[in-house]
């Protein structure tokens, strides 16, 4: 594994097409966020698919915001974006 990459892995009693409805609904992204970072979403609340781009606000100490651009997407099976901020400058994660 390299230094950029993070992997988990957990069952959930659900079936597959609930599960990734809830991902592609960034709306309740803030619902279920893990980390406590994520505040709102900024911008449209649409089903997400290839090639959406959505904005989140998020607070890891200061307050700062995410453009997120969807880069896989298989519906029911996968869905990932990148997630940059500062224009650019910063992230690029996926």
Excluded: C
């Excluded at 453009?67 to 996968?78: Q, R, S, Y």
Aim: hydrophobic share 45%; aromatic share 6%.
């Amino acid at each position: 594994m390299d230094g950029n990459t993070v992997s988990a892995e957990r069952v959930i009693a659900a079936p597959a097409p609930r599960i990734f409805a809830l991902l592609a609904d960034v709306a309740a992204h803030p619902s279920f966020d893990g980390s406590g970072t994520v505040r709102a979403l900024r911008g449209s609340s649409e089903p997400l698919r290839l090639g959406s781009r959505f904005g989140m606000s998020m607070k890891r100490v200061l307050p700062y915001s995410t453009v997120n651009t969807v880069v896989m997407f298989e519906p029911d099976e996968l869905i990932a974006w990148q997630t940059t901020g500062l224009g650019g400058l910063i992230g690029g994660r996926i």
